[in-house]
């Protein structure tokens, strides 16, 4: 599966971002999606996951309360909601595919990556 990341920006404190992922090439729905996070200089890091269906999530402690990941499996679309955004909040966002039923965590347990997409929280 091929995934194309979008939608990052440059936004003030306090503010809000739509993150897309957009899939093509193989059934989506047989895929978890997550979106990780890698700031300059820090590992990449793990910020929400979404299962098959759409219907249970996670999500980073970090983030949790502010960002919302929702998935449309008729548009091979995932979408991550990020409100009340933080600086350290900055980072290129990555969406990550795999082909399983569970939610998992570490970057490694996802085959498929999209290219990133710049998030910078000016404060």
């Known amino acids: 599966v091929q995934l194309q990341a979008s939608g990052g920006g440059l936004v003030q404190a306090g503010g809000s971002l739509r993150l897309f992922c957009v899939a093509s090439?193989?059934?989506?729905?047989?895929?978890?999606i997550g979106w990780f996070r890698q700031a300059p200089g820090k590992e990449r890091e793990f910020v929400a996951a979404?299962?098959?269906?759409?219907?249970?999530?996670n999500y980073a402690d970090s983030v949790k309360g502010r960002f919302t990941i929702a998935r449309d499996n008729a548009e091979n679309t995932v979408n991550l909601r990020m409100t009340s955004l933080k600086p350290e909040d900055t980072a290129v966002y990555y969406c990550?595919?795999?082909?399983?039923?569970?939610?998992?965590?570490?970057?490694?347990?996802?085959?498929?990556w999209g290219q990133g997409t710049q998030v910078t929280v000016s404060s």
């Open positions: 990550a595919a795999r082909p399983s039923v569970t939610r998992a965590t570490p970057s490694t347990e996802y085959h498929y």
């Open positions: 090439g193989r059934t989506f729905s047989n895929y978890v």
């Open positions: 979404i299962s098959r269906a759409g219907t249970r999530t």
